[in-house]
């Protein structure tokens, strides 16, 4: 565990500290079973379970509603493609968040790296639940600030930060060295520190 | 140490996790260095906030309709969207009596197979409910055959085909290994893939 992410298991209840993904909960696995078999009924309880994690994640990553959406549904049906692989070695969670970082960034280079900033206009687009924040003006001022990060810093916070990989894994996803990860993430928190504190 | 190594070392000096003396050669820099001291606030401010996102945001709308059109059938499942394939009735009547009332035999012989004996009683229980309940779709689907065009009949007792092929399968496999969950579930999932298969051939309506 790295950066603000280990520091926020130092300095905050478990209960606000965020892990990459919370452990699935243990309805789980008759679902997933059933999922495998080919039950889009289950399949579809999964979904439920588990989308607010994967939007979240592709919001930040892209930093556009837009595209964040596209992005979900396209992480939930390479899903159910790849489900009857799914071992269970890992939490399903866990499972769907890795391959919800590999949509965005294959998106990402299919795309040609998009350059585009598009900012989150209207916070209130994002729908958090309840009781998740203890600060909502706070912590939306971040969601808006993240959103209007550059691509590249933006993703690297949003891992490093946010979820917690180290700049090897970066590096390897984002197909860059580990000092350019490293250069954007101080990058990514400079423009934070100083968007912020506008 | 200089600036470069002490932002290096600042997120794991913020976290507790350095070392002793690196931790001393780090609050040595900070003392002297404003611009370190201010980075390291920064970065404590930004985990806090970081530290309140929210776990989870919803989408905007509901995913879940566009998802499942995306969704490729596989082992027992099925899905279909009849509505694809419904058609103005009026073209094909001739036909459409002809070939759906041989269809609909056709399906009845093939979608009601018979009890294995080897199941477990509470396997067999679910299966005669699901049977019950296919032979009333049945019935339904056969009273409305006349509104539906030879082509959603033909794809019908297809897909139809292939589920009792799949429980066929399953129940003959179960029959090997009685104790297998996931075979169970195979079954079971496949049956309710022909019960939802026929609940959307029951109610399919022609297309004005």
């Known amino acids: 565990m790295t950066g603000t992410a280990a520091l926020a298991r130092e300095t905050l209840p478990l209960s606000l500290a965020r892990g990459t993904v919370r452990p699935a ?49 396209d992480v939930f049906v390479r899903a159910w493609e790849q489900l009857p692989t799914f071992r269970g070695e890992s939490a399903f969670g866990s499972w769907l968040h890795r391959i919800a970082v590999n949509v965005v960034f294959a998106e990402g280079r299919a795309a040609g790296r998009r350059e585009r900033r598009v900012a989150v206009s209207d916070p209130a687009t994002l729908t958090e639940r309840p009781g998740a924040s203890p600060a909502p ?62 | 140490m200089t600036c470069d190594e002490v932002r290096d070392a600042l997120d794991g000096y913020a976290a507790g996790t350095v070392d002793a003396a690196v931790r001393q050669s780090l609050s040595a820099h900070l003392d002297g260095c404003a611009e370190c001291r201010t980075d390291l606030a920064a970065r404590r401010r930004v985990a806090l906030l970081v530290a309140q996102l929210a776990g989870e945001v919803a989408p905007a709308e509901d995913l879940w309709p566009a998802i ?45 197979p018979a009890p294995a004996g080897a199941l477990a009683p509470g396997l067999l229980a679910m299966e005669a409910s699901y049977r019950s309940a296919t032979v009333e779709l049945l019935r339904a689907l056969d009273a409305r055959r006349v509104e539906l065009a030879p082509e959603t009949v033909a794809t019908l007792a297809r897909n139809l085909a ?43 309506a022609p297309e004005a």
């Open chain 1, 25 to 73: 909960a243990p309805a789980l696995p008759e679902a997933v079973r059933l999922a495998q078999a080919g039950d889009d009924g289950a399949f579809e309880q999964l979904y439920r379970s588990t989308v607010g994690r994967v939007h979240a994640l592709c919001l930040r990553l892209t930093g556009d509603p837009v595209q964040a959406a596209e992005r979900t549904q």
């Open chain 1, 137 to 198: 003006g706070a912590t939306m001022d971040l969601e808006r600030a993240i959103a209007g990060l550059p691509p590249g810093a933006r993703q690297v916070f949003v891992l490093y930060d946010v979820e917690g990989y180290g700049h090897a894994e970066i590096a390897n996803l984002m197909g860059i060295a580990e000092g350019t990860s490293k250069a954007q993430l101080f990058r990514a928190r400079r423009l934070l520190r100083e968007a912020l504190d506008r």
């Open chain 2, 68 to 112: 499942s059109r995306r969704l490729t059938p596989r082992g027992a499942g099925v899905r279909l969207s009849l509505r694809r394939y419904a058609w103005p009735l009026a073209a094909a009547a001739t036909v459409l009596m002809v070939l759906s009332a041989s269809l609909t035999a056709w399906v009845l012989h093939l979608s009601l």
């Open chain 2, 162 to 204: 292939v589920i009792d092929s799949a429980l066929a399968e399953a129940r003959a496999a179960l029959q090997q290994d009685p104790a297998n969950r996931v075979l169970e579930a195979l079954l079971l999932a496949a049956w309710r893939q022909k019960i939802s298969l026929l609940r959307q051939g029951a109610a399919l």
